[in-house]
């Protein structure tokens, strides 16, 4: 019985590991052996075990690469003050505009992100509607800038991955059984604690689903720091871009991009950890 | 459970024990991991044989694709008067791409297949030239046949002719020119600008504007520390990052395409900028002005380039002789407001003028940047010829500068 | 079950006094509020390209970047854009094929996860993540390396490849939301009432599991049709919507693009419309509640 349970549970997992294997695994177990490489696109590359790269890589690009933990953290903590209220809105209050609501938070995501985030630059911009208006009425003074800045990053990031954050928070919120509030409420307890202690808790899955979903992507995103950022906001992603394309250091681009996977997994443990685990990693 | 199984349902009535599964999972993966290693071990020196012989051109396709940087071709709405004349006039089916909007980063996507002896999916495209040059030593450009393009022998400027970069136009034919300068919003800086330490000035902290593109941006220093940029040495480079690094803190941003948009909104008060984008913000907003700095300015040119292994080289010979006939040029001109390298041009401008066109063709055969004077020119200076080792070196310094 | 008589049977005197009305109606006010805000804040820029798609340029170039007057040209002639629309086309398909499988492959993957016990179920779980964490540019150019190793040609079907593969970790790690603790025993139940498990599991379990399916599949579309970098490396000269879009947007957003991005957005619009009243039709007879003995399994419709 268990023994064919399991063999369900392989053949359910291989036709997705399979692709992966296929078009993840491989592409990355080159870029693996690219890291340990050394030498230039014209003088050609050989493979010569040059762990060294490793800890390079890290002292070169340790600020760049603290800024980007900083900033993903950053992100995901607003996305989370941010979504909760409005993924708990929508599953305990949504009612029959549940979909409706959810599909609203989604929406604007269907349009290109390069013209979201084009957009908001044109929000953001010194004489813009936002910094013109306020710049008007005296409220800022007239050098005072948002692009460029590091807030504007942030601003960008939040607004770019908060539906990663909202979804798994309404998919988890909605599956909470109002039974068991009302059974609180019958145990006498205040709404605060019922929240705290039922729903919070239940819905612990979808806030690590969200954490996730905001954090890993945001941290090597480049897109924001390229298009609303300035010359101290520079993020790993953007460093590797630099590395690949410009410099054309391939080992670096490589060795860069498995430090960072590292540092992610390693942060995505501590919180699975932390947050009380193997329920959460299933 | 119940009484069938899901896998039973399956078709899965052989038992495979799944230490056996694991086992075939094991070996199947340790041959795909030393597949993928060796795919992967000692990449090869990328250089390509075939870029350096004339390869003989097929018959005509009746097909073109060909890759473009975006506004550096004449509109109609929709569609491009160019694109369509050539295609009418030659039976030719084209499909023109707007995709290239930094030299690297379009370098990036085609030099995998390149490299690798494929073709890279376009038939023509458009790079500056100092990449037209990298791209060489790599042997990645076709030869041209200039027998089949008798336009571009009789029409183009001496000064385009043998360039730089690519000595006798073996492998590229320029499609546009201009000149990196400075451009600035007057009202905002209150004042005219005449040097390249106005962008050092603090007066407009926060408000500069620098260009990500390291050739640019070192020449710039180069030429503020009095040296020439086409015979820099590593030394005089390294000053160059020490100017950068000192005025760091007055530059808003490293740009590419998009200091355009913030000069216009007045973002940016002061920027480095390329002279045809001026041009074009200068009918919006009068108050933007564009100056070559008198410590002298940069000029490039874009070209027109095969790829090896191009799937429709005849066709794309047809192309880049259709864009030299002087009507087509000036109907480009007109639009893009680059320097033409084909001659004419000017003239032609002024003969659409007597005829009626449009206010602002005044303003484009009479502009010095469109059509620079000699005077001009000895103003400017081409990028300085990098192997690889100084392109990286250059390259680490500057990543220094733009990445802290 | 006795569980559930317990519950019907309890007399409602002993439910605790329901707090008074006028404090309920009070706290209601803030929630709703500020949801509003937040669909505002992310409609802004929505509302910004909507808005641009009017502009009426003078300029013989226009640039997009301050307004000039009202007007519908744009809207006759997007179509005409001949790139803009074959670009639009493969976006769409390539995101309705890869959503299907991705979500496809990553449900089954994640179901795997959370409701059998198998060795290297962790180091799975861990893996997943990999594929999100990696950085595009690298994972792109390497993905590219492979083709061209393989010497396959690039364009649609290699573009469609690469965006399976990056949705798959997305899809997984949103249906693991809902599938979480996920309690076998109403599929027991319903095959002890006679279903074969495959029943069970559609008439069960999937409904249960759907919201965070569909969730998934919505969240894989707008990955796939929003992608940039990975698809930049892997489309030769196919073009899709975001490759045109970056394209054609040097000096602020043509009025086109303006325009195309209202179209889908508003085709999106419609979508949700559709799927609501669908969704309605489905659920009308279904009950709203059952009380179940088991926490976190809940039925709410």
Redesign the interface.
Known sequence: MRRRRVRVAYWLLIPGLVWLILFYVIPTVSMLSISLQEGSPERGFEFTWNLGIYPEVLARNSVQLLRSGLYGLIVTIATMLIAYPLAYTIAFRGGRWKNVLLFMVILPFFVSFIIRTLEWKFLLGDEGIVLGTLKDWGVLGPGYYLLGRPIAVLGGLIYNFLPFMALPLYVALEKIDRSLLDAANDLYSSRASAFWRVTFRLSLPGVFAGSLLTFIPAVGDFINAEFLGGPDTTMIGNVIQLEYLTNNDYPEAAALSFVLMAGILLAVTLYARILGTEELTG | ??E????G??G?DRR?S?RE??RRAGRG?IY??V???L?????????REGGGQLQPLPPKAGEL?M?NW??YIDKD???SPTVESFEKENDVEM????????N??F???I???L??G?AS??DIIVVTDWLIDKMN??GYLERIHHEELPNFEANVSDKFRDPWFDPNNEHSIPWAAGITGIGYDISLTGRELDSIFDLFDTEFA??VGMFAE?RDTFNFALLANGADPTQATIEEVQAAQQLLLEH?GN????YG??Y???L????LAVSMAWSG?IF??Q??NPNLRFFIPKEGANRWSDNMAIPVGAEHPTDAHLFMNHVYDPRIATNITE?VWYESPVQGVQEMIQEDIAEGG?R?LQLLADSELVFPTEETNAQTHPYKRLE?EEE?AW??LF?EV??? | MSADVAVAERPIEARAAPPPKVARRRRGWFLPVYTGVVVAYLFLPIGVMILFGFNDLQGPRGFNVTWEGFTLRHYSNVFDFPDLTSALKNSLLIAAASTIVATALGTMIALALTRHRFRGRGGTNMFIFLPMATPEVVLGASLLSLFVSMSVARGFVTILIAHIMFNISYVVVTVKARTQGFNAEWEEAAKDLGATPWTAFWTVTFPLISPGILAAAVLAFALSVDDYVITLFNAGSTLTFPLWVAGASRFGVPPEVNVMGTILFFAGVILAVASVLFQRGRYRDAPQEIGPPVAGTGFAG
């Open positions: 459970m119940g069938g199984s899901l896998d349902m399956l899965f495979i799944r599964l694991l993966s795909m991991g597949m993928a290693f795919a992967a071990c000692g990449v090869e020196a990328q250089r694709v890759a975006p506004l709405g929709p569609v499909q023109y791409d707007v995709v290239i909007n930094d690297e980063e370098f990036g996507t030099r995998a297949p490299s690798a494929q999916g376009y030593r790599f926060g408000r390291m760091r530059f808003r941003g490293f395409n998009d355009a948009d913030q216009a909104t007045g973002s984008d074009a913000l009918l919006d639009w449009p602002y690889e990286q390259n680490d990543q733009i990445q802290a």
